[in-house]
Nanobody
Framework: QVQLVESGGGFVQAGGSLRLSCAASVRSASSYYMGWFRQAPGKDREFVASISDSGGSTYYADSVKGRFTISRDNAKNTVYLQMNSLKTEDTAVYYC??????????????WGQGTQVTVSS
């Protein structure tokens, strides 16, 4: 069983930055493909970014490309989402996801509980 715990959410003004972390408690976490998703009030959950098991490949939603960076530290079983130039429309609950097989935007088996990010104008 994979457990994912997100942290780092909070309140920030537009234009500011936050870094989210996702700690995975599973053996061989480095073999999992990882992703970040978000869900704003009244909206469906949407893909934000994903990273391959080695960290060599990353993928982003167009809405965050150039502002967000996904990375991972396999020695720490942790995935990060660095969010810069935040906008009010980035306000959402952010979820970490993991999958043992290759995937980018869909098909994740495991999910964290989410962390709230609120961007004020």
């Amino acid at each position: 069983q994979v457990q994912l715990v997100e942290s780092g959410g909070g309140f920030v003004q537009a234009g500011g930055s936050l870094r989210l972390s996702c700690a995975a408690s599973v053996r061989s976490a480095s073999s999992y493909y990882m992703g970040w998703f978000r869900q704003a009030p009244g909206k469906d959950r949407e893909f934000v970014a994903s990273i391959s098991d080695s960290g060599g490949s990353t993928y982003y939603a167009d809405s965050v490309k150039g502002r967000f960076t996904i990375s991972r530290d396999n020695a720490k079983n942790t995935v990060y989402l660095q969010m810069n130039s935040l906008k009010t429309e980035d306000t959402a609950v952010y979820y970490c996801a993991a999958n043992p097989a290759w995937t980018t935007r869909v098909g994740y088996d495991y999910w964290g509980q989410g962390t709230q990010v609120t961007v004020s104008s």
